[in-house]
T-cell receptor, first 114, second 113 residues
């Protein structure tokens, strides 16, 4: 597609359930980043991929969070045993390669934990 | 690690006036500074960026200036229009090798018609 695509756009789930968020980057972009934006806050880095590898997972808040990327394209962010504090907008960005390059963002998945 | 501060948190201007948003960063090795505009329910959209080898960059009504010595950079919007109303974020790239962005806390700009 022309831009970064994320799905679902909205997700409401009960506390304790697992959720899976999907990101489809711009075709040909090798670098992919996940950020989290809490209500009225800035963006917080979670994890990034260079190809299918995740060299930096330092931003993941806990071991309930994991992410993978396959085929150098689609990435999924999984949150297990969700908690209310996980409620946020999860944003994905991609860039042609890792480096000082523009990152292009999707519209995010708005996650609400009841 | 890098830290980015952004001011003001909110800014109201009359249509046609100029708006200026300022950011400071802590890591003198940072060398790429993008600015994003985020509208309600949308993801951040890149509007302009600047690299550390230049001091100013302009694109129509939008300009960014960079002062490496003082470690601050600013977004300037001239002849503001109602459609400029949004939240603006500055960012600096982390220099540890990931090139993740460290974002400022955002400025909510309101352009009053």
């Amino acid at each position: 597609g022309a831009g970064v695509s994320q799905s679902p756009s909205n997700k409401v789930t009960e506390k304790g359930k697992d959720v899976e968020l999907r990101c489809d980057p711009i075709s040909g972009h090798t670098a992919l980043y996940w950020y989290r934006q809490s209500l009225g806050q800035g963006l917080e880095f979670l994890i990034y991929f260079q190809g299918n590898s995740a060299p930096d997972k330092s931003g993941l808040p806990s071991d309930r969070f994991s992410a993978e990327r396959t085929g150098g394209s689609v990435s999924t962010l999984t949150i297990q045993r969700t908690q209310q504090e996980d409620s946020a907008v999860y944003l994905c960005a991609s860039s042609p390669e890792v480096g000082n390059q523009p990152q292009h963002f999707g519209d995010g998945t708005r996650l609400s934990i009841l | 690690g890098e830290n980015v501060e952004q001011h003001p948190s909110t800014l109201s201007v009359q249509e046609g006036d100029s708006a200026v948003i300022k950011c400071t960063y802590s890591d003198s090795a940072s060398n790429y500074f993008p600015w994003y505009k985020q509208e309600l329910g949308k993801g951040p959209q890149l509007i302009i960026d600047i690299r550390s080898n230049v001091g100013e960059k302009k694109d129509q009504r939008i300009a960014v200036t960079l002062n490496k010595t003082a470690k601050h950079f600013s977004l300037h919007i001239t002849e503001t229009q109602p459609e400029d109303s949004a939240v603006y974020f500055c960012a600096a790239t982390d220099t540890s090798g990931t090139y993740k962005y460290i974002f400022g806390t955002g400025t909510r700009l309101k352009v009053l018609a």
